[in-house]
């Protein structure tokens, strides 16, 4: 196998020192949080209140405490015009290996360290020179990073478009996007609830509407939705959340949902402390069996996990849950939008609105760079042939049945 993009010695030199370019009428500088004094932090927060005060991972306040055990590894570019603070990239150093997937099976795991921009894009202006001057840096600085990884960049995007169209993209890095576009879906809370509830056909509104009355009248004992905001109500939450976590097959197969409980711990705590958290338990019978954990930014509550009870799936309390936390979101410190996140076909169904969005990898041209491409492209093609012949002869959810069975 080719060696790596970088050597363990360049891992180890893993801290942003700040440093300074300069070109045409910008400069840019790189500082890591961790050793950004209290005037930078200060401007950074400024911009971000100016430019856009409802995406937090451009919040350097968020982040430090969204990122407490990770900080040295987020650095933030900052652009400046005139001395002007007028651009602002936030990126996070991770080990984080690139796996290769026949299905649900991981047939191949290459270590890759990744530089993750932040967030859903640049908050430069739609300036080429801007954009050229920052992955000219990249391209420089790349000594403890293989690759720079774009997770959710929208397709309608300056930053999209400039990556695809660049002429120094094209010559300085291998660009592959390692899957499709993808909806991005986003709930507008607009108007009141009922409204919302009119964008179901008539017989999908009077379906989900017998779910709910279902269980509110009953079927599974005394049915209540609890939601939870301050510090003090954060250990039942998470308590009571972690216990239908650990029932799941994504916890089970995948170690996800809550699973990593420390850091979910920190996470809701600080958010809890600074009046950001905002989750939900639904009870039975006084019992927790579905919970959602989220966050509501300035107008933006975002959905970070969502989970319940697999004996009660016929029940559709999962379903239930969704639907009374929108309906909270009616009533109750209404945002703006419900940023659903990722893209699910359970929240296609709840969104009223929604924006394609890319995963990209930004690698230097090098032969380790072309074998992960490479690799992670073949099994991707036979995972989709596979994929499709199951569906031709109807196993595709009974295989998808027994793998969670497993």
């Given at each position: 196998m080719p060696d790596r993009l970088i050597t363990p010695?360049?891992?180890?030199?893993?801290?942003?020192q700040p440093t300074e370019c300069h070109r045409g009428p910008y400069s840019l500088r790189c500082d890591s949080l961790a050793q950004a004094d209290a005037s930078l932090v200060s401007q950074w927060k400024s911009f971000h209140a100016q430019h856009s005060s409802d995406e937090p991972m451009l919040d350097p306040e968020w982040l430090h405490g969204y990122f407490d055990d990770q900080i040295q590894n987020v650095r933030f570019y900052s652009l400046y015009q005139s001395g002007r603070l007028s651009g602002l990239a936030p990126f996070l150093r991770r080990d984080w290996p690139m796996q290769w997937h026949l299905g649900p099976w991981k047939v191949a795991q290459c270590p890759l360290v990744r530089l993750r921009l932040l967030?859903?894009?640049?908050?430069?202006?739609?300036?080429?020179?801007?954009?050229?001057?920052?992955?000219?840096?990249?391209?420089?600085?790349?000594?403890d990073f293989d690759t720079v990884y774009l997770e959710e960049t929208p397709l309608d995007s300056f930053l999209w478009t400039y990556l695809h169209r660049s002429e120094f993209i094209r010559k300085n890095y291998l660009l592959y996007q390692p899957r499709p576009a993808a909806p991005r879906p986003a709930l507008r809370?607009?108007?009141?609830f009922q409204q919302y509830m009119g964008k179901f056909n008539s017989k999908h509104r009077?379906?989900?509407?017998?779910?709910?009355?279902?269980?509110?009248e009953g079927a599974l004992g005394e049915m209540r939705l609890v939601r939870y905001e301050s510090p003090e109500e954060a250990p039942a939450f998470l308590e009571q959340a972690l216990e239908i976590s650990r029932k799941t097959y994504q916890w089970a197969r995948y170690g996800r949902g809550l699973s990593a409980v420390e850091k979910v711990r920190k996470r809701l705590f600080f958010a809890a402390s600074h009046g950001w958290m905002r989750s939900y338990l639904l009870f039975c019978g006084g019992e927790a069996r579905a919970f959602l954990l989220g966050f509501q930014y300035n107008g933006r509550f975002l959905l970070d996990e969502i989970g319940f009870d697999p004996d009660l799936a016929r029940y559709s309390v999962g379903t239930v849950l969704q639907l009374l936390t929108v309906e909270d979101l009616f009533a109750h410190h209404r945002p703006h939008v419900f940023d659903l996140q990722e893209y699910g076909g359970y929240k296609e169904v709840l969104s009223t609105d929604s924006y394609l969005e890319g995963k990209l990898f930004l690698f230097r041209r090098s032969a380790y760079a072309r074998l992960l491409r490479s690799g992670h492209r073949a099994c991707a093609l036979l995972d989709r042939t596979a994929s499709s012949a199951l569906e031709r002869f109807n196993l595709k959810a009974t295989l998808r049945q027994k793998v969670r069975g497993w």
């Open positions: 010695e360049q891992v180890q030199d893993s801290q942003a967030g859903t894009s640049l908050e430069f202006p739609a300036d080429e020179a801007a954009y050229d001057m920052l992955f000219r840096e990249l391209s420089k600085a790349g000594r809370v607009e108007g009141t009077n379906t989900l509407n017998r779910k709910i009355k279902k269980l509110r």
